[in-house]
């Protein structure tokens, strides 16, 4: 079954750039859209980046999406980090056996 | 502006079946290309979904619960019914309504979330 791998939590420091990282354990990554997800604490997941590296309307550009096909891997990038940004991520991307899959997600500390 | 909200029991037991219901307004379930499902998520731990319906009847369900979901349209209320067989404790979750587009790969609206705990 394609699976999704997040780090289970990156920290770092208000004003900074952190990368989150979504690693496929086939070619999938390479050949559907990765999305990623911002939840915050008791609150339904909302979207920030889909297709790859498109940003919704109202998403700050501090956000984007990046693919690296020979890894296999999708990568949310923060800039100038704010305690707002303070949520878990998950990644999210689609395989024509299990459909829509979810990453395990990974928990943002802006300390 | 699109919206859903699930409604549906809060509790139930062990072997029950589990029926939720998506209200949602902002779009007709008969428009091409729209669809609506439904997304889980265990107490502290990650987005799992579960099934999917388009206006065109095309369901879609997640291989491992085939057997156990059910996912039906009412396109004159404006609303979709989730049903789940046999449910187990470690099934208890907050299950979410989600929109989306079939053109796209993502979710882009999302209900508030029902918490639903299974256990005797």
């Known amino acids: 079954n394609f699976m999704l791998t997040q780090p289970h939590s990156v920290s770092e420091s208000p004003g900074k750039t952190v990368t989150i990282s979504c690693t496929g354990s086939?070619?999938?990554?390479?050949?559907?859209?990765v999305q990623w997800y911002q939840q915050r604490p008791g609150s339904a997941p909302t979207i920030v980046i889909y297709?790859?590296?498109?940003?919704p309307s109202g998403v700050p550009d501090r956000f984007s999406g990046s693919i690296d096909t020979s890894s296999n891997t999708a990568s949310l990038t923060i800039s100038g980090l704010k305690t707002e940004d303070e949520a878990d991520y998950y990644c999210?991307?689609?395989?024509?056996?299990?459909?829509?899959?979810f990453g395990g997600g990974t928990r943002l500390t802006v300390l | 502006q699109i919206t859903l909200k699930e409604s549906g029991p809060t509790l139930v037991k062990p072997t029950q079946t589990l029926t939720l219901t998506c209200s949602f307004s902002?779009?007709?379930?008969?428009?091409?290309?729209?669809?609506v499902g439904w997304v889980r998520q265990p107490p502290g731990k990650a987005l799992e979904w579960l099934a999917l319906?388009?206006?065109?009847?095309?369901?879609r369900y997640r291989p491992s619960l085939k057997n156990s979901l059910s996912i039906v349209k009412d396109i004159s209320k404006n609303r979709v019914v989730l049903t789940l067989t046999n449910m187990d404790p470690l099934e208890t979750a907050t299950y979410f309504c989600?929109?989306?587009?079939?053109?796209?790969?993502?979710?882009?609206?999302w209900g508030q979330g029902i918490l639903v705990t299974v256990s005797s």
């Open positions: 989600v929109h989306k587009f079939k053109r796209n790969s993502h979710f882009d609206s």
């Open positions: 902002g779009f007709s379930l008969s428009t091409p290309g729209v669809g």
């Open positions: 319906i388009y206006w065109d009847g095309d369901e």
């Open positions: 086939s070619d999938s990554i390479a050949n559907n859209y």
């Open positions: 297709s790859d590296d498109q940003r």
């Open positions: 999210q991307s689609f395989d024509s056996d299990t459909y829509w899959v």
